[in-house]
């Protein structure tokens, strides 16, 4: 068992060099550092954040001038007959936002990058509300209706842009599809993982990787994946809707537990972050460049906004305008990225584990025992440690866990620009669900696909290559349509309104007012 995951570990040891590769091109070339400023930036950063700039600017700040307006669609109640309500869309996107990449992909930028990579990840999320806004309201301009569910997003939106050509369909949803199943491995470990570190810390003794115990948790959450998941897009929501504000106030009551014990050393927090942003550290390379990718790199890796990865469930919303639903996926990426990675970020700079001898053996560990080692500074000593840490990995397990519902529902989603038929679509969920048992497989071996890992960062930036050009090429109907909400005359959005005739949806909807 051990040989064949070294082997597909090996396989996969390509990932790495180009991945890193097309995060950092062109500045993989020296002739492209030695140009002042602009040698600093990565195309892929020139890409996510001047898009969000653009969108920011000409959308008016709309992520700003709405949020209001954003939490006020969230608290409104309503019952969805088709679809579901856009409160169960923000809570299934962030089923898939809020993972542990808000834990692990923090913690490494600021291992990387110092603790200025947290202020980049601030900027870049802040502008992309704007791209989330865009790609949240093309989804629910070209959705579909199905039965009494809607399905939408990326391979919906970018058939309809470029050409209404089918296969630019079927190749969009298989693009996702393979983002999807490598991610879910790394999902499925995490989930098991989890629960293991629980274990320990209740009954104070380590357990073996191959322990029964592992056997056991692993069957269970196959299986309690599988009842969720082949239950279709309405029972994720129902699961999602109850877990998600679960995870997200117990993470947020536990490091503001932490932040208030600690509460002398905030002052230390933001020196760091601000003066860390423009002056690097030597220690993490002291190169501007590697604070402001960093930043950018796992900002992206949680909040996606610019991937389309999280516009199925923006396009899954019975909205009552499609720029309503563009508002609310804004407010996605600020929970995410302004909330919950701040949150970690407190805790790592907070900690001081990467300040002077110590840093040096902080920097060895991998990234969840360099988050947990922090947070065990901020309690030394005090019965705190073994609840701090007992939360902290239940927090991180519930985030995989949604992770993993929301990445097999959103393959379930795209799945239908493939084909609508059942058999397709459960040939995509029973992939997922077997590929996501591997990850659980890996952890009772004992090992850590680390070139899957990689396999994301690949996946993320090949996504915002083919994503972004789409998103331009529709935002002149994101324009009119936002011109068309902000007047609120009470006439209904048709195709008419952005200069299309393929708008069905809404074309019957307005025809039935």
Not at 119 to 134: H, L, R
Not at 227 to 239: D, E, M, P, S, Y
Not at 425 to 437: D, G, K, M, W
């Amino acid at each position: 068992m051990k040989a064949i995951f070294e082997a597909i570990n090996n396989i996969f040891g390509f990932v790495t060099p180009v991945s890193d590769f097309l995060w950092d091109f062109p500045r993989n070339f020296e002739w492209y550092r030695n140009i002042p400023l602009l040698g600093d930036l990565s195309l892929a950063i020139i890409v996510l954040v001047g898009s969000g700039l653009f969108f920011s600017f000409k959308l008016g700040f709309v992520q700003v001038t709405h949020f209001k307006k954003g939490i006020k669609t969230l608290t409104k109640k309503r019952n969805a007959e088709t679809g579901i309500s856009p409160l169960a869309s923000f809570f299934l996107s962030t089923a898939m936002r809020v993972g542990p990449g808000n834990i692990i992909g923090v913690t490494g930028a600021i291992a990387v990058g110092g603790p200025g990579a947290l202020f980049w990840m601030w900027v870049s999320a802040f502008f992309g509300m704007a791209t989330a806004y865009m790609e949240g309201t093309l989804a629910q301009i070209f959705k579909e209706k199905k039965g009494d569910e809607f399905v939408g997003g990326l391979p919906f939106y970018g058939r309809k842009l470029l050409g209404n050509k089918v296969w630019i369909g079927v190749f969009l949803s298989i693009l996702y599809i393979l983002y999807a199943l490598c991610c879910l491995p790394a999902q499925g470990f995490n989930v098991v993982s989890s629960v293991g570190r629980i274990a320990e810390v209740v009954t104070g003794s380590g357990i073996q990787s191959d322990a029964i115990f592992y056997y056991i948790v692993g069957a269970i959450v196959v299986v309690m994946t599988a009842v969720v998941a082949f239950g279709g897009i309405k029972k994720v929501t129902k699961w999602t809707d109850k877990m998600v504000p679960v995870m997200a106030v117990v993470y947020v009551l536990t490091v503001l537990a932490l932040i208030f014990i600690n509460f002398t050393r905030i002052p230390f927090f933001f020196t760091s972050v601000f003066s860390g942003a423009f002056t690097p550290d030597a220690i993490f390379g002291g190169l501007f460049g590697t604070v402001l990718a960093q930043g950018v790199k796992r900002g992206l890796m949680s909040n996606e906004a610019g991937q389309g990865t999280i516009t199925m469930p923006a396009a899954a919303a019975d909205a009552a305008h499609p720029c309503e639903q563009g508002v609310v996926s804004s407010l996605g990426v600020f929970l995410d990225t302004i909330v919950i990675c701040t949150l970690t970020g407190f805790v790592v700079v907070m900690g001081q584990c990467w300040l002077g001898d110590a840093g040096a053996s902080w920097m060895k560990l991998d990234k969840l025992p360099m988050f947990t080692e922090s947070v065990a500074t901020l309690t030394p000593g005090t019965a705190l440690n073994a609840v701090m840490s007992v939360l902290v990995s239940l927090c991180f397990g519930l985030f995989a866990y949604t992770c993993l519902l929301g990445m097999i529902s959103f393959s379930e989603i795209v799945a239908n620009r493939i084909s609508t038929t059942k058999a397709c679509i459960n040939i995509v969920r029973t992939v997922c669900l077997f590929v996501a048992a591997f990850g659980i497989l890996c952890n009772i071996a004992g090992l850590e696909l680390g070139n899957l890992w990689a396999f994301s960062d690949l996946g993320n930036i090949l996504i915002v290559y083919f994503n972004i050009p789409i998103v331009y090429i529709g935002a002149k109907y994101v324009f009119r349509a936002t011109k068309h909400y902000k007047k609120n005359d009470g006439t209904p959005f048709t195709s008419k309104v952005i200069g299309r005739n393929d708008c069905t949806y809404w074309d019957e909807k307005a025809k039935e007012q």
